[in-house]
C-alpha cells in the first residue's frame, strides 16, 4: 500500500512540475478597442468642401480623454456624403474596425443624432436583412445653426428599429458628441 | 427477559407517579453492543437538555440522577460505534438499554453533536448544515444551502453564481475549506462562485470568525468547512441516488454518492452529479442566457485504521453559466437606459442554450493523505494537495474574436501541511501545525483582450499552535496564534497613461521593467507578515444554558484584484483600478454566543462586533470619458470598519407522547416513545456596517432578514411531512450614496445631465415556500414537493448585482427523488 501511494504521489508531482509555466510574459493589445472615430462630410456639389469630425483616444480606457479635432466647415442647405470610420490605432499597423462593422452589418447599427432639427440625416446603406447600417450617410443641411451631433455605434441592436437610441437598445460601443456648426 | 421485568416494573412504577414533579428521578440502563451483546464500557451519554455527559461503568451501566419530568434527547456514542440519539420522556424512574452499531473506527469522530449549535467543545460561533438540509439541496448551490444559517446570506450574480456571505463579509473574507484543503478557485471576484459541487458535503460548518486557524488566518469574515461522509470500517456498501427536476429554468440534477468500505480499512467513495438547466424565468419575464450546465465527480481512496491510514482524493467540478444577456452593456448611457425601463433591454424566448456572455469553469483538485496515530501522544497528520482552477469568460464580441474568451486565466496551487494533534492529556488538547503554499497564476496572452488579473507567483508559509483547556465540567478554555508569511509577485502591463495617472511612475519606479508601445511592464513584488490570535472561554450553565465570547484577530493581505485590477467592468460600466499600496487589513472580532435548551424550545443568540482597520473597499473617484462614452471609476481604498450585528435563532418542537408499540418500534423498549407533532424554526439576522472614519454605510451589507420554517411532522399520515416556510428581507436603507451625474445624448441629440442611481436598494420583499415530503420503504426512500416563491412574487434582490437589469426569479415547483441504499 505504501508503494502505491509513493507512485500516485511521484505522479502527481510529476504532473504538477509539467504544469508549470515560466513563459515569458507577453503584451496584449486590445484588438477590439476603438481609439478614433472619423467622420469625414463631401458636400455633392464641391468635392473639396470637405468636414472632418474626428475623435482620438488613444488609451482606450485609459485615464486620458478623447481628443476632439474639427477640420473644415459644412455649408448651409447643401447635401453631403458621409462616411464614418472607425479605427483601432493602439496597434500598429492600425486596424480598420469599420469592416468588422460592415461585415457583421445585421448585428451593428450607427445612430446620428443632430440638435440641429435643420439638418436631417439619411442611411443609406443597408444590412443583409435590409435594414439601414449608417456606415454610408447624406447629410441634408438646412439654416446656419450651432448644435451637438451624436454618432453612436450599437452592437446587436433591436433592427429594425424606430432610428431613436431608447428604441434601439443594444450595447453602446461608441459614443461621441462633436459639436456641429453648419456656416 | 430480565429487561421485561424492568419494563413492566417501569410501566408500573410511571401509571403511580405520573404526577410527580420532584427532580429526582433516575434514568439507568445498561449499553450493549448491538451485535454480540456485550456490555460497552466507557460509552458517553450526552443529555443535550442538561447539556452534560454521563459515562458508563465496566459492565456497560450507566446512571443518570436527579431529573426532572420532561422530554430529554440523549446522544449515546462510543469510541468504536455510531452516534445514537434517542428522544424519551421521562416521567418516573426508567431503566432504558441502549444498544450500539459497533463499526466506526477513529477517536476523532466521537464528538457528541447533538444539535446544530456545536462545536460543545469549543469557544466560537459555529453552526451546522446537517446532512438532511444538504439532501433538499441537491439541486441548488453551495451558496444557496449556506443561506439557511442565520448570519449568512448570498452576493449573487443571477441565480447561478452565490457566493456566502458571512457577518458581512465575503471573497478572499471568508474561506472554504473542501474536506480538509482549503480551496483556491480564484475567489477573489465578485462573480465568481466557490467551485464546490454542493452534493460532496455530508455536513457544513460555518464558523463565524477567524478562529479556525488550522485553515489559515486571514478569514476574516469566517470559515466554512465542507466535510465529507464518515468512513466506517466494516463491509458495507451504502449510498444514495438524488434525482431532483424544477420547472423554472426547466431542469435538474441528477447525483449519486457510493461508498464502499471494508472491515480490512480499505474504502472507496465517488459522488457524481450532473446539472443542466435552461433560461430561468422572473414573473413576468424569460431571464434571456441564464440558463447553467454542471458536471462534478468525486473520488476517493483510502486506508484507514485507528492507528495510521492514508488517501488519495481527486475532485473535479465544471460549469458553464450563461450570464443575464440584458445585464452586458456598453456604457453608462445603456445602464441608465435600463433602470429606467425596469425591464430587461434584451428578451428571448425560453431556451436551454447558453449564449455568451458566460463564463466557463473547470476546477481540479488532487490530495493525498496520511496520518500516524503514537501511543500516549497523539497523531500526526501530513497532506498535499494540487488544485488547477481555469476560469473563462466570453463577452459579445466581433468579427473573428467572436466566440473567443476574454478572460482565460490558469490558477495552480499547491499546498503541503503537517498536522499534530496531542490528545494525551485528559483536560487539554494540543493542535499545532505548519504549511506551505504556491501559487501560479497564469492568464493566457491570446484572448486580444488586456488581463483583468496579471501574472505572479505567490508563496505562502506559515505555522499555528492552538490549546484547548477543559479546567472543569463547567469551563472550555482554547486559545490559538498563527503566523503567515506572504509574498507575491506579479509582472502586469499598464497603459503608461494610466501609470502616470496613478503616480506609480514616482512611487514605485523600481517596479518598471521596459516600455513597449503605450504600455509599461512592472514586476511588483509585496510581501506581508499575517499574524491571527484567538482566544474564547465558554461556560455551561447548570440550568442548560452555555455562554461562549470568543474573540479573534487576524490579517488579511490584499488580494490579486484589489491590487492590480485595471479596466472596464462590462456589467456595472465601470472603471475598477486596483491599488498598489494596500496594506495589510487587520480585523478584531468579538463573538458572543447564548445557546439554551429549556424544554421544548432551543435558542441561539449571537451578538457581534468586529473593527478592521484598513478594510479594503471600492470607492466611486470620478469620471472619465472613453470613445465609447462616460465612465465613473472605482478605485479601491482603505478606510476602518466597524460592523456589528446580531443573529438569532430558535427551534420549538411540539411533542405528543405515543406508546412503543404503536409505534412498532422494540428496540428500547419504551414505555412512551416522544414524537415530534409540529416544529417551528426561526432565525433572524441584522447587520450594520459603516465607514468609521466618514461615518458613511458600508456597501453590499445585507439587509435585515428573518426566516421562519413550520414543519408538521406526520401530517394525515404517518412519515408524511408538511412544510411551510417564508423568508422577510427588509429594505437596505443603509448604503453609500455612489450616483454620479453622467451626459447622456437623447433621442433629440441633446446632452441630458443624468443621475444614475446605483446606489439606491430595492423594496423589502417576502416570499413563501411550501412543501410535501413522504418517506417510504423503511424511510430509505422520499419524495419531496416543493414551491419556491409560491405567490410567484416580482422582486429584486439588493446582493444580487443583475438588480440593475431585470426582476429575480419567480415561482418555481420542484420535485426531488431520494433513494438510500
Known amino acids: 500500500m505504501k508503494n502505491s501511494i509513493q507512485i500516485l504521489a511521484a505522479v502527481a508531482l510529476l504532473s504538477i512540475a509539467s504544469c508549470s509555466d515560466d513563459d515569458d510574459v507577453t503584451i496584449i493589445n486590445e484588438e477590439e478597442l476603438i481609439t478614433t472615430v472619423e467622420l469625414e462630410l463631401t458636400n455633392q456639389a464641391d468635392a473639396t468642401n470637405v468636414a472632418l469630425f474626428k475623435s482620438v483616444d488613444s488609451d482606450g480606457d485609459g485615464p486620458n480623454a478623447p481628443v476632439i479635432t474639427i477640420t473644415g466647415a459644412v455649408n448651409a442647405n447643401a447635401t453631403y456624403d458621409g462616411t464614418v470610420r472607425f479605427l483601432n490605432e493602439s496597434i500598429a499597423p492600425s486596424e480598420n474596425i469599420t469592416e468588422e462593422v460592415i461585415e457583421e452589418a445585421d448585428e451593428h447599427e450607427v445612430f446620428y443624432i443632430s440638435t440641429l432639427s435643420d439638418v436631417s440625416i439619411a442611411k443609406i446603406d443597408v444590412d443583409s436583412n435590409g435594414n439601414p447600417l449608417g456606415v454610408q450617410t447624406t447629410f441634408q443641411t438646412g439654416a446656419i445653426g450651432t448644435g451637438v451631433l451624436n454618432v453612436v455605434l450599437r452592437h446587436e441592436p433591436t433592427k429594425p428599429n424606430d432610428n431613436t437610441l431608447s428604441g434601439a437598445g443594444g450595447e453602446s460601443d461608441v459614443e461621441v458628441a462633436f459639436t456641429f456648426e453648419v456656416e | ?821
Request: with cysteine; glycine share 6%; net charge negative.
Open chain 2, 1 to 821: 427477559m430480565f429487561t421485561k421485568q424492568l419494563v413492566a416494573m417501569a410501566l408500573f412504577i410511571s401509571f403511580c407517579y405520573t404526577n410527580a414533579q420532584d427532580c429526582d428521578l433516575v434514568l439507568k440502563g445498561k449499553i450493549v453492543d448491538f451485535h454480540d451483546s456485550q456490555p460497552l464500557e466507557l460509552a458517553q451519554i450526552y443529555v443535550v437538555q442538561l447539556q452534560k455527559t454521563y459515562t458508563s461503568t465496566g459492565d456497560g451501566s450507566y446512571l443518570i440522577p436527579d431529573l426532572c419530568p420532561g422530554i430529554y434527547e440523549l446522544s449515546v456514542s462510543h469510541f468504536d460505534c455510531e452516534i445514537k440519539k434517542v428522544s424519551i420522556e421521562i416521567v418516573a424512574n426508567k431503566t432504558l438499554n441502549i444498544a450500539l452499531e459497533h463499526h466506526v473506527n477513529d477517536l476523532e469522530q466521537v464528538k457528541v453533536i447533538a444539535d446544530v449549535h456545536d462545536n460543545h467543545a469549543s469557544t466560537q460561533s459555529s453552526t451546522r448544515i446537517n446532512k438532511e438540509t444538504i439532501q433538499t439541496y441537491s439541486g441548488a448551490t453551495l451558496g444557496d444551502a449556506l443561506s439557511t444559517v442565520a448570519g449568512v446570506s448570498s452576493l449573487k450574480t443571477g441565480n447561478s453564481v452565490v457566493k456566502p456571505i458571512v457577518h458581512g463579509l465575503y471573497g478572499s473574507r471568508v474561506a472554504i475549506v473542501n474536506d480538509g484543503l482549503r480551496q483556491q478557485d480564484q475567489e477573489w471576484g465578485i462573480e465568481h462562485a466557490p467551485n464546490i459541487d454542493v452534493n460532496t458535503a455530508s455536513s457544513i460548518q460555518v464558523i463565524k470568525g477567524a478562529s479556525a486557524l488550522r485553515y489559515g488566518g486571514d478569514a476574516i469574515g469566517g470559515t466554512i468547512l465542507i466535510e465529507p461522509s464518515r468512513i466506517i470500517s466494516k463491509d458495507t456498501l451504502n449510498g444514495h441516488v438524488i434525482l431532483q427536476g424544477q420547472t423554472n429554468g426547466r431542469g435538474g440534477t441528477a447525483t449519486t454518492t457510493v461508498n464502499n468500505y471494508r472491515q480490512s480499512g480499505w474504502y472507496q467513495q465517488a459522488t457524481l452529479t450532473y446539472k443542466k438547466l435552461g433560461d430561468y424565468d422572473a414573473p413576468n419575464y424569460v431571464l434571456s442566457n441564464t440558463g447553467s450546465e454542471t458536471a462534478a465527480a468525486n473520488l476517493a481512496l483510502g486506508f484507514k485504521k485507528f492507528e495510521y491510514g492514508a488517501s488519495l482524493k481527486y475532485s473535479f467540478y465544471n460549469t458553464e453559466i450563461g450570464i443575464l444577456r440584458a445585464s452586458h452593456i456598453g456604457n453608462a448611457s445603456d445602464l441608465v437606459r435600463s433602470i429606467n425601463s425596469g425591464e430587461p433591454t434584451v428578451i428571448n424566448d425560453f431556451t436551454h442554450d447558453i449564449d455568451v456572455p458566460k463564463q466557463e469553469v473547470a476546477h481540479h483538485g488532487i490530495q493525498l493523505n496520511a496520518y500516524k496515530r503514537f501511543t500516549g501522544l497523539g497523531k500526526l497528520s501530513l497532506d498535499y494537495s494540487f488544485q488547477f482552477n481555469n476560469r473563462k469568460e466570453f463577452d459579445i464580441r466581433r468579427g473573428d474574436n467572436a466566440g473567443r474568451a476574454s478572460l482565460d486565466i490558469d490558477l495552480q496551487t499547491q499546498n503541503v501541511s503537517l498536522y499534530g494533534l496531542i490528545d494525551r492529556f485528559e483536560k487539554t488538547t494540543y493542535e499545532v501545525g505548519i504549511n506551505y503554499m504556491n501559487q501560479v497564476n497564469s492568464p493566457d496572452s491570446s484572448t486580444g483582450v488586456r488581463r483583468l488579473i496579471p501574472d505572479y507567483n505567490a508563496n505562502k508559509a506559515g505555522a499555528f499552535a492552538s490549546v484547548t483547556h477543559l479546567p472543569s465540567e463547567n469551563w472550555i478554555l482554547d486559545a490559538g496564534l498563527r503566523y503567515d508569511y506572504y509574498k507575491i509577485d506579479a509582472d502586469k502591463f499598464y497603459l503608461q497613461s494610466r501609470w502616470e495617472d496613478l503616480g506609480y511612475d514616482q512611487q514605485f519606479p523600481e517596479f518598471e521593467v521596459n516600455e513597449q508601445g503605450n504600455q509599461i511592464l512592472t514586476n511588483p513584488q509585496f510581501d506581508y507578515n499575517l499574524f491571527a490570535f484567538t482566544a474564547g472561554a465558554k461556560y455551561l450553565f447548570d440550568d442548560h444554558y452555555d455562554l461562549a465570547i470568543n474573540l479573534s484577530t487576524a490579517n488579511r493581505a490584499p488580494n490579486p484584484s484589489e491590487l492590480f485590477s485595471d479596466g472596464l467592468h462590462h456589467a456595472l460600466a465601470t472603471i475598477e483600478l486596483g491599488r498598489l499600496d494596500l496594506k495589510k487589513e487587520q480585523s478584531f472580532k468579538i463573538n458572543t454566543t447564548l445557546h439554551g435548551n429549556v424544554g421544548k424550545l432551543d435558542f441561539e443568540i449571537n451578538p457581534y462586533i468586529n473593527l478592521i482597520n484598513d478594510y479594503v473597499q471600492l470607492v466611486p473617484t470620478g469620471l472619465e470619458t472613453t470613445t465609447r462614452g462616460a465612465f465613473p471609476v472605482y478605485q479601491y481604498e482603505q478606510i476602518d470598519a466597524r460592523l456589528y450585528g446580531i443573529d438569532a435563532s430558535a427551534t420549538y418542537d411540539f411533542w405528543i407522547k405515543k406508546r412503543s408499540t404503536e409505534m412498532n418500534t422494540t428496540s428500547n423498549e419504551l414505555v412512551y416513545n416522544a414524537v415530534k407533532l409540529i416544529s417551528f424554526n426561526t432565525n433572524f439576522s441584522y447587520i450594520h456596517g459603516t465607514d468609521s472614519n466618514s461615518d458613511v454605510p458600508l456597501i453590499d451589507m445585507p439587509p435585515a432578514q428573518w426566516q421562519n420554517q413550520l414543519t408538521w411532522h406526520d401530517a394525515l399520515v404517518k412519515n408524511l411531512d408538511f412544510k411551510l416556510s417564508n423568508q422577510l428581507v427588509f429594505q437596505q436603507n443603509r448604503f453609500p450614496d455612489n450616483n454620479y451625474e453622467v451626459s447622456i445624448p437623447n433621442d433629440q441629440g441633446e446632452l441630458i445631465t443624468s443621475t444614475v442611481d446605483i446606489s439606491s436598494t430595492p423594496d423589502s420583499y417576502n416570499l413563501w415556500n411550501a412543501g410535501l415530503s413522504y418517506a417510504f420503504a423503511k424511510a430509505n426512500t422520499k419524495i419531496n414537493l416543493t414551491v419556491n416563491n409560491l405567490f410567484n412574487t416580482k422582486y429584486r434582490n439588493y446582493l444580487n448585482r443583475q438588480r440593475f437589469y431585470a426582476d429575480d426569479v419567480g415561482r418555481d415547483i420542484q420535485l426531488q427523488i431520494l433513494y438510500n441504499f
